[in-house]
């Protein structure tokens, strides 16, 4: 079983940044494959972004590619989304999602891959 716990929301102006932080707990970090997915008011979940921490890889959806970074301290068992030039339309809250497993896949994109849920954090920026 896996435990997560976000934090790091808030309320931001646009073109500002924040960092989310997720702390996992009852598995190895490594031996997890852990993403940020986000879901805004009347949408459904969406993607955000991954990482293979087996594989030293990350994976973006296209609307943060170059906006957004994610990352993780082992030590901590912590992975963190920074989010740099926030846009209105990132306004959602982001869920960190955790899988066994190394390989990320095209298929993992969609919410219902992943097994082990945070609670959300809300991500609200401003025009």
């Known amino acids: 079983q896996v435990q997560l716990v976000e934090s790091g929301g808030g309320l931001v102006q646009a073109g500002g940044s924040l960092r989310l932080s997720c702390a996992a707990s009852?598995?190895?970090?490594?031996?997890?494959?852990m993403a940020w997915f986000r879901q805004a008011p009347g949408k459904e979940r969406e993607f955000v972004t991954a990482?293979?921490?087996?594989?030293?890889?990350?994976y973006y959806a296209d609307s943060v590619k170059g906006r957004f970074t994610i990352s993780g301290d082992s030590a901590k068992n912590t992975v963190y989304l920074q989010m740099n030039s926030l846009k209105p339309e990132d306004t959602a809250v982001y869920y960190c999602?955790?899988?066994?497993?190394?390989?990320?896949?095209?298929?993992?994109?969609?919410?219902?891959?992943?097994?082990?849920w945070g609670q959300g954090t809300q991500v609200t920026v401003s025009s």
């Open positions: 999602a955790a899988e066994s497993g190394h390989v990320f896949t095209a298929s993992m994109k969609l919410s219902n891959r992943w097994g082990y």
């Open positions: 990482v293979s921490w087996s594989y030293g890889s990350t």
């Open positions: 009852g598995r190895t970090f490594s031996s997890l494959l």
